[in-house]
């Protein structure tokens, strides 16, 4: 994940028999063909029987993809008429958490709540795992993807940059994380998740404290120094007065209600346009303290519709799906692979912040950033509200 945090998910419990689905979908599956693909191998299977196997399903259940955040409302209408398949979109607003309680919730009962493919913070991937939430599968673009379970398990899909999303005239604009502990941010700063559900609010957490450690985190223990540095940072901003402990949504920075907030670049950028100045907003890369946040792409273990699940991590992860999230501002994990070969328009890459701006930004291992979110979740209340 308010439209953009994708958190507050309420967990359904789907007892709902298969004429739901159908009748939820409102699409008709196609007649099955006499084999469909083996899914226990985890590899590629062949596009024209894959897409076969996906027209018998009809559908794809997606979660936590709301239209404004990386493009994803023109990718869903781009894979529907792509591929004549309907798409049940469950809450759009649900964190990465949310998403792998939905799939325990409704493992046993694969209604129109469960859903066959889930986009979380990369950190969430070990849980998943642990607890065998997702199926693995390898795109036929898996060898160009730099980060990535070997065996298929899930792979990162994008990324962006946490900045400053000011509301220009509303409060000074900040050059780094220090600045925003002014007595003029008094209840002006906040954050676009509940770092309980977010990363991307587990991430603002850290990136103020990697600030305050005066370097990119290197090793293990300065990552655990860097988190809890983080959290001593919203202590005294939460004692300030400063921190304004409210989500913040598209919709409540153009009302002026959240006059900064911290968001991955692509969201910020996305709101300054659907805004178009009313307000006008200021986006800024902090000096120190820029992390670079990868999201994760995965299957449901439990996934009703496997090969439109399947079908739909093609479309992602090739040079076109990649290609949409550039155009909603995201970095496309393959974008090395693609620029080598030249099929970036120079258009969509100038739509990216000045690359020196963001030269800097730190890029954690998956076991850091394991570290680094249970070090947050877990201290979070106690240390900054004292309970």
Known sequence: MS????????????????????????????????????LTTGEAIPMDALIAAAKTEGQLTTIALPHDWANYGEMIETFKAKYGLTVNELNPDAGSADELEAIRANKDAAGPQAPDVIDV??????????????AKYKVA????????????????????????????????????WEDLLDPVYKGKVAMAGDVLK???????????????????????????????LGLEYWKEMNAAGNFLPVIADQGKIALGETPLVMEWDYLALANRDALAGNPELEIVVPKTGVVAGPYAG???????????????????????????????????????????????????????????????????????????????????????YGE
């Open 198 to 228: 977010s990363n991307q609010s587990v991430q603002t957490v850290f990136a103020s404290g990697i600030s305050r450690l005066g370097k990119n985190p290197e090793t293990m223990d300065e990552a655990m120094q860097a988190a809890e």
């Open 141 to 176: 673009t898996f060898d160009t993807i730099p980060m990535k379970d070997p065996d298929g398990y899930w792979w990162a899909e994008y990324y962006g940059a946490l900045v400053f999303e000011v509301i220009k005239g509303a409060v000074p604009t900040p050059a780094d």
């Open 121 to 134: 913070g990369v950190a969430h991937t070990v849980t998943a795992m642990a607890d065998g939430l997702i």
């Open 3 to 38: 439209k953009l945090n994708r958190r507050d998910f309420l967990k359904v419990s789907a007892a709902a028999s298969a004429s739901a689905v159908l009748a939820s979908c409102g699409g008709a599956a196609t007649e099955a063909p006499a084999a469909l693909p083996d």
């Open 298 to 384: 995965g299957i449901s273990a439990y996934a009703p519709h496997p090969y439109a699940a399947r079908l739909w991590w093609e479309f992602v992860m090739s040079d076109e799906g990649q290609l949409l999230y550039l155009k909603g501002y995201a970095h496309p994990i393959r974008y090395t692979d693609m620029a080598a070969r030249g099929v970036i328009p120079a258009d969509l890459a100038a739509k990216l912040p000045p690359a020196e701006d963001v030269a800097n930004a730190v890029f954690l291992t998956l076991d850091q950033i394991s570290v680094v979110k249970t070090t947050i979740t877990e201290n979070w209340r106690k240390v900054v």
